[in-house]
C-alpha cells in the first residue's frame, strides 16, 4: 500500500533503516495539510490553566473561551477558580471600535467577585487583528486591585502551541522572585511541566517525600500563585514537559542559578531513573538509600502484575502520536517493557534532538514523523497495521474511524499513568484495549480470521 503523504512534506518523514537519518523539523505546518498542532493561545492556556487560585480570562470570541475550557483534567487540592472559563464575548461591535474598555470592566468585576491572588487575561487572534493595547489594561487593573495581573500575549497561529508555551513561560516568570523564601530546605526542588492528571502530581510529591525532598512549587498542576511567588528559593527544578515549561527553567537558571534536570515519570525506567538523578543531584547519601529502598519496594509489587500483561500484548504493534517528543520516548519504552513493538512515532513540536533520540531507540522499519495530519496518519495505520494507537484529542476520531484500538495519553484524560502505579494502569488499559473481543467484528480483521478460522 503507497502512503498519502504531501509531496512538500517528505523530508519530514523517515522510515528507519532504509535511509540515513536526516529528518526536518521545527517547520511551519504546510497551508491546508489540516495539521494536528493547536494555536497559540492553546499552548498557552493548557500550560497556565492548571494555577488554581488565579483568574483565567480570554479576551476574544467566545469560541475561543469554549474550545479550550476545561481542557485539562487537572485536579485542585483546593480552589478551583481555574475551572471557571471566563471570556469577554467580543462581538462586531468590540471589533469595530476595540476590546479595551469590555476588558477593563470584565477584570474588575471579576476580581471584585473572586478575589483571586492573580490573573492571566489571554489574548486570541482578534485581539492581535484589532489592537486592543493588553498590557496597559492589565497594569491599570493591577494596580487599582493590588494583584498580578498578567498579560498572556497568545494570539496567531505563527510558532503553534509552542510559541504558547513560551508566552506561558514568561507570565509566570513575572511573579517569580515577589515571595519570601526563608525556611525553604536545601533539599527541595520545583515541578515542573506536570499538569496534576487524575492526581498524577500527588504521586510524585509522595516519591520525593519518601526520599526526604521538599516540593517548593507545582508548575503548574495543582498550582498557587503563592508557590510561584518564591519558586526561585528551590535547589532544583525538574522539568517533565520540557516542551511547554523549559524556558521557564532557563530563565530561572540565567536569573537565579537554579539548575534544572529533565526528567519523565512515566513507565519503570523512566521513573526510577528521575528519582536517582534527584538523589544524585543532592549528593545526600541517605536521600540515595530512601530512593534505592522505595524503587526496590515499588517495582517488587509491580512486577508480577506486569507479566500477565506481557504474556497477551508480546508481538502487537503499536502506533505513537503525542504533542510533545518527550512522552513519546517514555512510551516507546514503556511497550517494549510490554513487549508490544511501535512502529509509528511522531509529534507535533518535536526538535531535531528528539527525533535523533527516537530514532536511536526505536526498531528498524519504524516510521518517525513530524507535524502529521489525519491522511498521513490513516495510511501509516493501515499500513503498519496497529494493534493500538496513543494519541490525544484529535487523533482519536482517526483511530475509531478506521477500527483501531485507542489509549488517551493527552491532557483530557482522567486515568493516572504517572509513577509505578501508572504504569500498572496504562498496562491494564492497553490489555484491555487491544484485547477486547470486539476487534474482531472490524471489517479488516474479519477478512483475517475468514482465511484463517
Keep these: 500500500m503507497e502512503p498519502a503523504i504531501f509531496v512538500e512534506r517528505k523530508n519530514q518523514i523517515h522510515r528507519k533503516g532504509e535511509a540515513p537519518f536526516d529528518l526536518e523539523c521545527d517547520k511551519e505546518s504546510l497551508a491546508g495539510a489540516v495539521s494536528q498542532r493547536a494555536c497559540v493561545f492553546c499552548g498557552s492556556r493548557v500550560v497556565l490553566y492548571p494555577i488554581a487560585d488565579a483568574l483565567h480570562l480570554v479576551h476574544g470570541p467566545i469560541g475561543c473561551a469554549a474550545y479550550t475550557w476545561d481542557i485539562r483534567g487537572a485536579l485542585s487540592s483546593g480552589p478551583e477558580l481555574h475551572r471557571l472559563s471566563f471570556c469577554t464575548d467580543l462581538q462586531e461591535m468590540d471589533i469595530i471600535f476595540g476590546g479595551e474598555d469590555k476588558l477593563y470592566k470584565a477584570l474588575t468585576e471579576l476580581i471584585v467577585r473572586h478575589q483571586p491572588k492573580a490573573a492571566f487575561v489571554y489574548s486570541t487572534c482578534i485581539v492581535g487583528i484589532i489592537g486592543d493595547d493588553l498590557y496597559s489594561v492589565c497594569k491599570r487593573v493591577g494596580q487599582e486591585r493590588g494583584i498580578p495581573v498578567l498579560p498572556v500575549q497568545s494570539e496567531g497561529f505563527k ?14 516568570f513575572q511573579l517569580m522572585g515577589t515571595g519570601d523564601v526563608s525556611g525553604i530546605s536545601s533539599h527541595s526542588v520545583n515541578i515542573l511541566g506536570d499538569f496534576n492528571l487524575a492526581g498524577e502530581i500527588w504521586v510524585i510529591r509522595k516519591y520525593l517525600s519518601r526520599m526526604g525532598v521538599t516540593v517548593v512549587a507545582n508548575i503548574t498542576g495543582d498550582g498557587r500563585v503563592d508557590d510561584l511567588r518564591r519558586a526561585h528559593g528551590a535547589a532544583l527544578n525538574l522539568v517533565q514537559c520540557s516542551g511547554s515549561t523549559m524556558d521557564l527553567a532557563k530563565m530561572m537558571e540565567e536569573a537565579y542559578g537554579t539548575p534544572h534536570i529533565r526528567v519523565s515519570y512515566f513507565g519503570v525506567e523512566d521513573m526510577a531513573e528521575s528519582l536517582y538523578a534527584v538523589a544524585r543531584f543532592f549528593k545526600d547519601p541517605e536521600i540515595m538509600e530512601r530512593t534505592q529502598a522505595l524503587v526496590r ?76 495530519n489525519p491522511l498521513e496518519l490513516s495510511s501509516f495505520l493501515k499500513e503498519k497495521d496497529v494493534d493500538i494507537f496513543v494519541g490525544g484529542v484529535k487523533e482519536r476520531p482517526i483511530a475509531y474511524k478506521l477500527g483501531v484500538g485507542f489509549c488517551d495519553h493527552n491532557h483530557e484524560r482522567k486515568e493516572c499513568l504517572e509513577g509505578f502505579v501508572g504504569m500498572l494502569n496504562f498496562a491494564r488499559e492497553v490489555y484491555n484495549t487491544v484485547m477486547s473481543p470486539v476487534w474482531r467484528f472490524v471489517p479488516r480483521k474479519a477478512a483475517v480470521d475468514m482465511h484463517n478460522p
Excluded: W
Design 297 to 372: 519496594e515499588e517495582i517488587a509489587a509491580l512486577t508480577p502484575q506486569l507479566q500477565k500483561f506481557r504474556a497477551a500484548l508480546s508481538g502487537k504493534k503499536a502506533a505513537i502520536y503525542v504533542g510533545g517528543a518527550f512522552k513519546a520516548f517514555s512510551l516507546v519504552r514503556a511497550f517494549r517493557l510490554l513487549g508490544m513493538q511501535v512502529v509509528l512515532v511522531g509529534s507535533q513540536t518535536g526538535t531535531k534532538e528528539d527525533y535523533q533520540e527516537l530514532h536511536d531507540i526505536t526498531d528498524e522499519g519504524t516510521i518517525i514523523v513530524d507535524d502529521s
Design 159 to 172: 510558532g503553534n502551541k509552542r510559541a504558547g508555551y513560551h508566552a506561558a513561560c514568561q507570565a509566570m
